[in-house]
C-alpha cells in the first residue's frame, strides 16, 4: 500500500439460513466504501436475496454457495443442489477463496462471524488468515453483540484462543450499555485487548414513507423460519383493537412455499408484498411492528421508534438464545413486548398486541445506532489511516 492508493478491504461473508448477516454486511461494506476503502466483498451464501446496496462501489465475488441443511443447523449443503458439502467441494471452496485473495490483495481481510460461528468453514477461513498475513494484510473479525450462548466452556476457551491466534481486531456490533460480549460469551474477558463496539449497524434514520401510514407490518426476515408467525398474526387480526387497520405482511425470500400458498387469498385488510427494500420507511410510518427478533430487524425498529411485538426465533430444539435474549433485553427496556416462539397462539399474539399499542414511539434508541461508520472509521484506523473529513 503507497501513501497515495486508497486501502483494500475483503470481507468474507457467508450467512446460513436468513439473510440478516448479509443485510449487516452490507451496511458494513457500503460504510467503507464511503470511508475510502476499495471494497470487495466475498459472498459464500445464496446469492440475489437482498438487494444490493451501492453496487458500484462494491466488488462482488460469488464463492461456490452453501446453506444451513435446515432450521436446526444440522448441517451444511451446497445451495445449488442441496447435497451436503464432501472434500471435493470444500477443495473447490478454499481455492476459489485464495483466489478471491490473491486477486484483492487487500490490507484488512474483514471475516463475518467465524470463528464465534462459522466453525464448519474452518477448512476454508484459516488458510485464508494465513494467506493474507503472509501478504501483509491484518485480519478483523465482525460479531453481533449477542451470541448463541455455549455451555461448554472448553469449546469457549477454543474459540477464544482461535480468535486471539488470528484476529488483530474483533468487531462487536453493539453498544456495551446494552449488552456487552461477556453476557453470552464468557471467555470475552480474554480478548479485551481486540474488542471494539461499534454500535448497532442501523440504516440512517428515515421519514415515514407514503405506505404504511397507521398499518400493522408483520415480517419474518428471510422467511425460512416465519411460516408460524405468519399465520398467527392472520388468525389473531380480528381478536385484536387494531382490526380495522390494514396488516401488511412481507414475504421473505425463503418462505416455505406451503406458508405461499396460505397466503394466496389472505383475508379483507391483510396485503401480502415481497420484501420491500423501503422496510425501515413503512416502520416509520405503521403504528406497529410484529416480527422476530433478528439483529437487522431490531436495529431498523430503533431508528423508526416503532412500537413493536417481538416473537424471538429460539429454534426447533429451542437452543437459539441470541433473538430471545435480544427480546427480553428490548422488553425490559419497555421498547417491545415478547412472545416466546413455543407459546406462540392467535390469542397469545393478539393479547401482546393489545398491549403493544400502547407503546409510546420512542426515536431515541437505547445504544448507538451508527455502527456501520463506526466499523469502517475501526478498520481504516488498522490501515494507520484517519476517517475522511
Same mark, same amino acid.
Given at each position: ?21 448479509? +443485510? ?15 471494497? %470487495? ?29 435446515? #432450521? ?69 473479525? $465482525? ?33 456495551? &450499555?446494552?449488552?456487552?460480549? @461477556?453476557? $453470552? ?30 398499518? +400493522? ?7 425460512? &423460519? ?6 398467527? #398474526? ?30 394466496? &387469498? ?8 415481497? $420484501? ?22 431490531? @436495529? ?16 426447533? &430444539? ?6 430471545? %435474549? ?11 413486548? $415478547? +412472545? ?12 401482546? +398486541? ?14 448507538? %445506532? ?12 488498522? %490501515? ?6
Amino acid at each position: 500500500m503507497t501513501a497515495r492508493s486508497a486501502p483494500r478491504l475483503l470481507f468474507h461473508v457467508q450467512h446460513m439460513l436468513g439473510i440478516g448477516h448479509r +443485510v449487516r454486511a452490507e451496511r458494513i461494506a457500503c460504510a467503507c466504501a464511503e470511508a475510502g476503502f476499495e471494497v %470487495t466483498l466475498l459472498e459464500g451464501g445464496v446469492a440475489g436475496q437482498v438487494p444490493d446496496g451501492e453496487a458500484d462501489r462494491l466488488t462482488r465475488i460469488q464463492l461456490p454457495p452453501a446453506r444451513a441443511a435446515d #432450521a436446526a443447523f444440522s448441517g451444511v449443503v451446497d445451495a445449488d443442489t442441496g447435497a451436503p458439502i464432501d472434500d471435493a467441494w470444500r477443495a473447490r471452496r478454499a481455492a476459489a477463496s485464495l483466489d478471491a485473495l490473491r486477486a484483492a490483495r487487500p490490507d484488512i481481510l474483514l471475516v463475518e462471524g467465524f470463528p464465534f460461528a462459522r466453525r464448519a468453514f474452518r477448512f476454508e477461513l484459516l488458510p485464508l488468515i494465513a494467506e493474507a498475513h503472509r501478504g501483509g494484510a491484518k485480519a478483523a473479525v $465482525s460479531i453481533r453483540d449477542i451470541l448463541v450462548a455455549r455451555p461448554d466452556r472448553l469449546k469457549t476457551a477454543e474459540i477464544a484462543e482461535v480468535a486471539r491466534q488470528n484476529f488483530d481486531r474483533i468487531l462487536v456490533h453493539g453498544d456495551p &450499555t446494552f449488552a456487552q460480549l @461477556a453476557d $453470552s460469551f464468557s471467555a470475552a474477558p480474554c480478548l479485551a485487548d481486540r474488542v471494539v463496539y461499534t454500535g448497532i449497524v442501523s440504516p440512517p434514520p428515515v421519514a415515514p414513507g407514503p405506505d404504511g401510514q397507521g398499518e +400493522v407490518i408483520v415480517s419474518a426476515g428471510g422467511g425460512a &423460519t416465519g411460516g408460524a408467525l405468519i399465520r398467527a #398474526a392472520v388468525a389473531a387480526r380480528p381478536m385484536t383493537r387494531l382490526k380495522d387497520r390494514v396488516w401488511r405482511i412481507l414475504i421473505g425470500p425463503n418462505l416455505p412455499q406451503e406458508d405461499r400458498d396460505f397466503l394466496e &387469498t389472505p383475508p379483507p385488510g391483510i396485503l401480502v408484498q415481497p $420484501s420491500r427494500p423501503d422496510f425501515p420507511a413503512l416502520l416509520a410510518a405503521a403504528s406497529l411492528s410484529i416480527s422476530q427478533a433478528g439483529y437487522n430487524t431490531v @436495529a431498523d425498529l430503533a431508528v423508526t421508534g416503532c412500537p413493536s411485538v417481538l416473537i424471538p426465533f429460539a429454534g426447533p &430444539t429451542g437452543l437459539e438464545t441470541e433473538q430471545p %435474549t435480544r427480546a427480553r433485553l428490548l422488553e425490559r427496556a419497555g421498547r417491545a413486548v $415478547s +412472545v416466546p416462539e413455543a407459546q406462540l397462539s392467535p390469542e397469545r399474539l393478539a393479547r401482546a +398486541v393489545d398491549l403493544a399499542a400502547d407503546l409510546p414511539r420512542r426515536p431515541d434508541a437505547p445504544y448507538r %445506532t451508527d455502527g456501520a461508520r463506526r466499523s469502517a472509521e475501526a478498520l481504516l484506523a488498522m %490501515t494507520g489511516r484517519k476517517g475522511p473529513a
